[in-house]
């Protein structure tokens, strides 16, 4: 620095005046030059340091590159002719507090052309380990997790579905995070990554490390099952679960093991008494199932377990043979039902005769075709159950004629009543065991061309039309 002096003296006055002349030096502050103008600069942590970037300046042979740390003055790192320069972490102290700055430099790498302008300030953190994250498909989507990494503000978590390339989901400090199902494609393939993060939620503090791939499958919650005994067999029901297609319903007798029914759209099933064991303890669960009625998209919970107990009507409809005839042997003309577990029956009457001819037909055969089922089943003794005639329905309606071509002849068909149980109210069952001498007469009139007179007891299921007095033999 040099300063001068000088003193005049005008009309008793004197005039100082002092002259300062200095000369800047380098640190602090970064002298003023040049006739470019000054780069823009930005940085931010990059993993490996801190990442310096700046516009091009045109005219600009090279740029010098000067770092302020703690606000402890400028030094210069060096020159570059491209518009970005990394500051390696080992140049670097963690928690500083750090700034950069450029300014347009001859090739001679000295003769500075332009001033600068200061970048952003930036505290450094040195870089973190990437965190370990592994996936799994749960209720409700992907579970992504990793272990803490310490120093960690917080964690960028990214995702990649198909390989198609990561994209950032957001930044939390827990170490645990679910991808919803509402955001992921059901058969899709993904991986997740986690970044370690500061609490700006942008700068990131290390790499990472991509987790396993997982091919996702919806998974929906499990639907609450209850069972109960109804006529007919157990109940199951349970609530309709949203986005499931289909249930799969499995049932498990015992404490046997869970075996798998099938697939159905509803949100009940009855499992039927002919497939359940009375006394036998009963369990069922249902879980989402695809279309395809094979994936599966949740898992279960498991119903109140309930011991199985067959009501009298079931028991008796389960150890009946199917198929009952009624028929006196002679003539070609008879009635058979087929009756089923729950008391339901179908059945047809026919009787053909060839002699009743007319104009345009050369037979007639007189049948019906029918339905019903029998209902209020009650124990009268050890070998005889009581039952009603529920309801009884024809295909056509009685009185209906028609005339139908079959073959080269031409037979008419006449529609009747189902003869051996129309006009019925109340019908007896009577079992193998039953003694010949209590039954009635008119019940073995019917019958006895089936009877073995070696035994005394019936040696096959009857049944008898208590109304009408006719009587009815098992096939089987």
Known sequence: MFAGVFIMKKRGLCLLLAVVTVFALAVPALASGGGLEAPTVTIAQAAGGIQVTWNA?????????YYNENNGGWKKIGT???????????????GAIYQFAVRCCANDKKSLLSPYKASNSLTYSAKLAAPTVTISNVTGGIQVTWNKIDGAPRYMVYYNENNS????????????????????????????????????????????????????????????VTISNVSGGIKVSWNKIDGAPRYMVYYNENNGGWKKIGTTTATTYTRASKDLKDGATYQFAVRCCANDKKTLLGPYKA??????????????????PSTFMFTSGVGAWGSTIEIKADGSFTGTYHDTNMGESGPGYVATVYMSEFSGKFTNVKQVNDYTYSVQLGSLTYKTPIGTTKIVSEGNARVRYVYEDAYGLAGGKTFYFYTPDAPTSKLPDDFLGWVHWSLDSSRKNLGFYGLYNVTEKLGWFSEE
């Open 303 to 320: 119903s109140n377990s309930l011991k199985y107990t067959l009501t009298l009507a079931e028991k008796l409809f389960a150890k009946l």
């Open 57 to 65: 300046v045109d005219g600009s042979p090279r740029y010098m590159v």
């Open 80 to 94: 570059t002719t491209a518009t970005s320069y990394t500051r390696a972490a080992k140049y670097l102290k963690n």
């Open 165 to 224: 390339g990561w994209k950032k989901i957001g930044t939390t400090t827990a170490t645990t995070y679910t991808r919803a199902a509402k955001y992921l494609k059901n058969g899709a393939t993904y991986a997740f990554a986690v970044r370690c993060c500061a609490n700006d939620k942008k700068t990131l503090l290390g790499p990472y490390k991509a987790s396993n791939s997982l091919k996702y499958t919806l998974t929906l919650a499990a639907p609450t």
